[in-house]
């Protein structure tokens, strides 16, 4: 089984920066793909941006130019960082993975808990 846990959320004004973390622990053989998410309340989860093994990173329009997507293969985890933020930035943040882990050595996607990123304008 492997855990994904977030951190780094909270409270901001509008134009600061925040850095969210996911760090993934278990029987993690590789991560192919890792991807962060964003739902606030009454609206559908959205992809904000995902980085993949030997691809480019990808963002949404909404935050391009302002938040970038990195990871560290050595510590199985990876992040958001987050500049020039704006109220509409407010969500819940998930990290998403798709990882191959041991017994079975298939790609499986898992989810962290989500942490919240408020920004007052």
């Known amino acids: 089984q492997v855990q994904l846990v977030e951190s780094g959320g909270g409270l901001v004004q509008a134009g600061g920066s925040l850095k969210l973390s996911c760090a993934a622990s278990g029987s993690i053989v590789s991560m192919e793909s890792m991807n962060w998410y964003r739902q606030d309340i009454g609206n559908e989860r959205e992809l904000v941006a995902l980085i993949s093994t030997g691809g480019e990173p990808i963002y949404a329009d909404s935050v391009k130019g302002r938040f970038t997507i990195s990871r560290d293969n050595g510590k199985n985890a990876f992040y958001l960082q987050m500049n020039s933020l704006k109220p509409e930035d407010t969500a819940v943040y998930y990290c998403?993975?798709?990882?191959?882990?041991?017994?079975?050595?298939?790609?499986?996607?898992?989810w962290g808990q989500g942490t919240q990123v408020t920004v007052s304008s």
């Open positions: 998403n993975a798709l990882v191959v882990c041991r017994p079975l050595y298939a790609p499986e996607y898992f």
